[in-house]
């Protein structure tokens, strides 16, 4: 008998590693970025919106983590997926606590290092919506999971862009409500070191915008969806699994 080679995985097994580091990747970017808003001036007036658009940096990683909840969905099931998802929740956690750790440490006053002033207003201020991003990941990445399910049940495995984008879609309407929400007024609020709370009215038409923004990038990443697909049947050898009974 020849001997195991305990250093070499199966590539079902290296494509689930590589789905759920990306998973964990996107998250911590999207958390760390998340405290910077952006503006942009539309030349036309939209509905909610007006002529401006201003949302968190933050929301440019999560479309990509919702592409890998349905990839992992797709082929390893929705177990699986979860198991991602609470995977990545885990270790975001982790490291905010680092991250706290290395703001108490005592600030060494020397010209080449990093003001305290900088450092706490990226880790002090993320530190809000750092767990409002966190809050909203783990509930709208697990309700994608289960709108995804549902979808494929009903179409009998058929129409893969529908169930992708419909879960996405419907899951990031509360994602972008839940951390607009958490993030920039309710935590604020209850931790004014976070920051100057958005104004309540404010809240809306930033969630909105931030939704739009996603249900553009979410029809933009659609493309990759398939590739996706494509690239995991043919390097993996991996076909789609059929309809869950229970979800």
């Not at 129409?159 to 419909?166: D, H």
């Amino acid at each position: 008998m020849g001997t195991l080679d305990q250093t070499s995985l199966p590539r079902p097994a290296l494509v689930y590693a590589w789905l759920a580091g990306a998973s964990v990747m996107c998250l911590l970017v999207a958390d760390v970025i998340g405290s910077k808003l952006f503006e942009f001036h539309l030349p036309i007036s939209l509905p909610l919106l007006g002529t401006t658009l201003h949302h968190s940096a933050g929301m440019l990683a999560f479309p990509i983590t919702f592409l890998i909840t349905d990839w992992l969905n797709e082929y390893y099931g929705k177990n699986a997926a979860r198991r991602v998802v609470i995977m990545s929740f885990t270790l975001a956690m982790l490291a905010w606590v680092i991250f706290q750790f290395a703001r108490a440490l005592p600030h060494w006053d020397v010209p080449f290092n990093v003001p305290p002033a900088a450092f706490e207003a990226i880790f002090g201020s993320a530190s809000v919506m750092y767990i409002a991003s966190l809050c909203a990941y783990l509930v709208n990445n697990l309700l994608d999971i289960f709108l995804f399910g549902v979808i494929k049940r009903a179409t009998g495995g058929k129409y893969i862009w529908l169930r992708a984008t419909g879960s996405t879609l419907i899951s990031q309407a509360i994602d972008s409500l839940v951390v607009t929400f958490l993030g920039l007024y309710a935590m604020r609020h209850a931790f004014p070191s976070g920051g100057q709370p958005m104004p309540l009215g404010e809240v809306i038409p930033t969630a909105a915008t931030g939704y739009m923004l996603k249900f553009v990038l979410a029809l933009a990443i659609t493309p990759l969806l398939y590739l996706g697909h494509y690239a995991i049947r043919r390097w993996a050898g991996m076909t789609p699994l059929p309809p869950e009974s229970r979800v």
